[in-house]
Nanobody, 116 residues
Framework: QVQLVESGGGLVQPGGSLRLSCAAS????????MGWYRQAPGKQRELVAV???????NYADSVKGRFTISRDNAKNTVYLQMNSLKPEDTAVYFC??????????WGQGTQVTVSS
């Protein structure tokens, strides 16, 4: 069984920064991709950023230049550094990983609130 544990969410003022972490544990042989999605109240879940095993990255247009995704393969951990946060970044952030032959796994979500 694979489990994902997220941390780092919270309340921050506009223009501030937060760093989210997501650690995967369990029977893991090789994680292909790791990523972050978010879901704001009344909206659909959307992709924020993803990073592959080859460290290729893809970002939503709305976060390009402000957010940076990275991963530590030795720790099976993915990070999301969020800078210049805006109120519209407020959402529950979910991490996800894709493991070949096993499929997708999701974390429980962590709340990020950007407000003055």
């Amino acid at each position: 069984q694979v489990q994902l544990v997220e941390s780092g969410g919270g309340l921050v003022q506009p223009g501030g920064s937060l760093r989210l972490s997501c650690a995967a544990s369990g029977t893991i042989r090789s994680i292909y991709s790791m990523g972050w999605y978010r879901q704001a109240p009344g909206k659909q879940r959307e992709l924020v950023a993803v990073i592959t095993s080859g460290r290729s990255t893809n970002y939503a247009d709305s976060v390009k230049g402000r957010f940076t995704i990275s991963r530590d393969n030795a720790k099976n951990t993915v990070y999301l550094q969020m800078n210049s946060l805006k109120p519209e970044d407020t959402a529950v952030y979910f991490c996800t990983i894709y493991i070949a032959t096993l499929g997708d796994y999701w974390g429980q979500g962590t709340q990020v609130t950007v407000s003055s």
